[in-house]
């Protein structure tokens, strides 16, 4: 193997692991829990590799680096995950190659989004961002709607053409009552997880956890962690 493949297998062995210990401790099976390698800064040579170790998931924040790496990488069995706060003028774009959108945090956006989908004939898989750090009617500080939209939001997005509702997706908030309290935040996810299903059982779907807190969401109950540095290595400084 090349230096990158065997740094980047070495890695994933080690992010394997640290899933199957967390399931192990929580009482969980290990497929209960998707790995979710975020590739972002990172070449789609990387991806490339990831695919060949036997990653199927990946994704990414910004669709000026995602749309040319998802291109590239149309021929591998990979599922595209979009994370990062997205804005209406690029949802043409992020609509046309991720399976999955994880950002969804306003009505205007649900509206773009499923216009899309209708005119590419595809399905959008969509999360429900949640800021755990938002007021009562403010969204967060990386984006995401606040507890209380949580309802109004997953109806517009279980009603539109086009878009499947699929679940909840948090990052640990720096601000607020949960700064420094990841367990209790993705606990709390959970929480709003079980009373979104009572209205939409399907939506099945809790991401959260990243390389520094994916212990702490598997605890908690998650489905999907969210893993880059871990796997890729510490990433260079956006200018």
């Known amino acids: ?26 009482g969980r099976a290990r497929e209960e829990v998707t790995l979710i390698v975020v590739t972002k800064t990172y070449p789609a040579s990387d991806v490339r590799i990831l695919a060949e170790l036997g990653v199927r998931h990946v994704a990414e924040n910004r669709d000026q680096d995602a749309a040319p790496k998802a291109a590239a990488c149309s021929d591998l069995p990979l599922t595209w995950h979009f994370v990062g706060q997205l804005q209406t003028n ?26 899309e989908a209708v005119r590419t004939g595809r399905e959008l898989g969509c999360l429900l961002q949640v800021a755990l750090d938002a007021g009562e009617s403010a969204r967060g500080e990386r984006g995401g709607v606040a507890p209380d939209g949580i309802g109004e939001l997953a109806g517009l997005v279980a009603g539109a053409p086009g878009l499947r509702l699929d679940g909840l997706m948090t990052v640990a908030p720096l601000t607020g009552e949960y700064a420094g309290r990841e367990r209790a935040a993705f606990e709390r996810l959970m929480v709003l997880s079980t009373d979104l299903r009572r209205s939409h059982r399907t939506a099945t779907m809790v991401s959260a956890g990243m390389s520094a807190d994916l212990e702490q969401a598997v605890a908690a109950g998650a489905t999907h962690v969210r893993v880059g540095s871990a796997v890729l290595g510490v990433r260079p400084r956006l200018g």
């Open 90 to 115: 690029k949802v043409r774009s992020v609509a046309g190659y991720a399976d999955f959108v994880q950002s969804v945090d306003r009505s205007k956006l649900v509206t773009a989004l499923s216009r």
């Open 1 to 26: 193997m090349t230096d990158r493949k065997d740094e980047l297998a070495t890695n994933l062995a080690k992010v394997e692991r640290r899933i199957a210990d967390a399931c192990a401790a929580a």
